[in-house]
């Protein structure tokens, strides 16, 4: 099992910038596609980004597409999501999640496709 840690989450006010990292144990990190998603109160649970274990390719949510940029470290086993332009409907808790190989081969939007999640950081915009 991979341990995941998020950090960097917080308050800041529409069109700022925050930066999420997620610290990641007990795996070796490049062998796992890693994702961002987003937990709204009363919302399910949204994807956001996602990002191969090589880091060659990203995808990400129509939503943030332009406004946040997923990366990774291998040799520091940390995944990032930079996010600029925030905005209120941004608001959420921010949760990363390792997939099962460095490549996806399924949807990398849905849940089901991660095994191994961390515990999230709040990030709340206000206008």
């Known amino acids: 099992q991979m341990q995941l840690v998020e950090s960097g989450g917080g308050l800041v006010q529409a069109g700022g910038s925050l930066r999420l990292s997620c610290a990641a144990s007990g795996r070796t990190f490049s062998n796992y596609a890693m994702g961002w998603f987003r937990q709204a109160p009363g919302k399910e649970r949204d994807f956001v980004a996602a990002i191969s274990g090589s880091g060659r390719s990203t995808y990400y949510a129509d939503s943030v597409k332009g406004r946040f940029t997923i990366s990774r470290d291998n040799a520091k086993n940390l995944a990032y999501l930079q996010m600029n332009s925030l905005k209120p409907e941004d608001t959420a808790v921010y949760y990363c999640?390792?997939?099962?190989?460095?490549?996806?081969?399924?949807?990398?939007?849905?849940?089901?496709?991660?095994?191994?999640w961390g515990q999230g950081t709040q990030v709340t915009v206000s206008s």
């Open positions: 999640a390792a997939d099962y190989y460095p490549d996806y081969s399924g949807d990398y939007s849905k849940t089901y496709e991660y095994r191994d």
